[in-house]
C-alpha cells in the first residue's frame, strides 16, 4: 500500500484577481504563504511523510518547502506535477479570453475535455504525464506515504483519474488553494480517504473560489 497526500499550493496574487496562471512562474502572496505554513502543520500532525514531491514552479515549491521543513525533509522536484500550459491564455483575465477565444472559452467550461489551448496542452497531455509521476512514484515508495505538492489543473486530473472519471469530469472536483487530497493505491486499487479539504485553513482570512471562471 501507498499514501499519497495530494495537495494543492497556497494562494497567489493571480488567484486573489482572477488571472490565468499555468506554467507562468509565479510566487505566493501573503496570504498563501501562511496558507502553506497551516497546511504543513496539518500534514505533520496526520501522516509519517517519508518523502515531500513537488511541482517545479515556485508556487508550489514554496507549499512544499513549508511541509518538508515541518517534517525535517527536503523538496523533489517532481516535473509531472507541473500545471496545464494554457498556452496564450496565460497571463490573461477570463473576460479577455472570452473576448479572444469565445468558442474556445464556453467549450473549457462546458466539455474541457475537448480543448486544446492555443499553443498550449489539453487536459489529455496533463493526465499522461501525471498519471505516469503518480505510477512512478508509487512504485519508488512502496508501503510508504509521500506528499506530492500540485496545482488546480492537474489535481484535479489526477484525481479524477483515480476516482475512474474521465477528463470531461474536470469541473466536478474541487480544488481550492491548499486544499489536500488523499488517495491510496493497495492491491492494484485507487482509494480515494480525503479531497479538497481545507479544515486547517479555517482561521485563515481565505477566499472563495470564483464564481464565473473554473480555470
Known sequence: MTRIILVRHGQTAWNKVERIRGQVDITLDETGLAQAEATARRVAEDWQPCAVYSSPLRRAIQTANAIAQQLGQEVRPEPGLLDISFGEWQGLTPDEVADRWPAVAVAWQKAPDTVRFPGGESLDDVKQRGMAAVRALIERHTGEEIVAVGHTVV?????????GLDNAD?????????AINVFRWQDGVYYVETMNDTCHLRQLDCPRPAALWRG
Not at 170 to 176: D, E
Open 155 to 163: 489535481n484535479r486530473v489526477i484525481m479524477c483519474a483515480v476516482l
Open 170 to 178: 474536470h469541473w466536478r472536483i474541487g480544488q481550492n488553494t491548499c
